[in-house]
Nanobody, 118 residues
Framework: QVQLVESGGGLVQPGGSLRLSCATS????????MGWYRQAPGKERELVAS???????IHVDSVKGRFTASRDNAKNTIYLQMNSLKPEDTAVYYCKGVVTIPRYIEVWGQGTLVNVSS
């Protein structure tokens, strides 16, 4: 089974930037859809960004204009570029891939912690 491995998290000051990476162990084309989620302490996991082969969607209003997602098919990797970080962006960030053939399967990465603090 294809695995996902996130990296790039860490401690950053407010206003700083980080770029998260999510590398697949196999082909990125194995997934019909991929996305970035985050879970802040004491809160439910929320979808931050998702993309299919056609479109990228940012789902959280508070990160629009600051976060963007991208993919590099040659490297079998997706990215989440986070700029102008705020303390409320502190969370564990996860990537997820969805396979639909031959059956529906969700594949999650292990998560990477982003801590925005002065």
């Amino acid at each position: 089974q294809v695995q996902l491995v996130e990296s790039g998290g860490g401690l950053v000051q407010p206003g700083g930037s980080l770029r998260l990476s999510c590398a697949t162990s196999g082909s990125i084309f194995s997934f019909n859809e991929m996305g970035w989620y985050r879970q802040a302490p004491g809160k439910e996991r929320e979808l931050v960004a998702s993309f299919t082969w056609r479109a990228l969607t940012i789902h959280v209003d508070s990160v629009k204009g600051r976060f963007t997602a991208s993919r590099d098919n040659a490297k079998n990797t997706i990215y989440l570029q986070m700029n102008s970080l705020k303390p409320e962006d502190t969370a564990v960030y996860y990537c997820k891939g969805v396979v639909t053939i031959p059956r529906y399967i969700e594949v999650w990465g292990q998560g990477t912690l982003v801590n925005v603090s002065s």
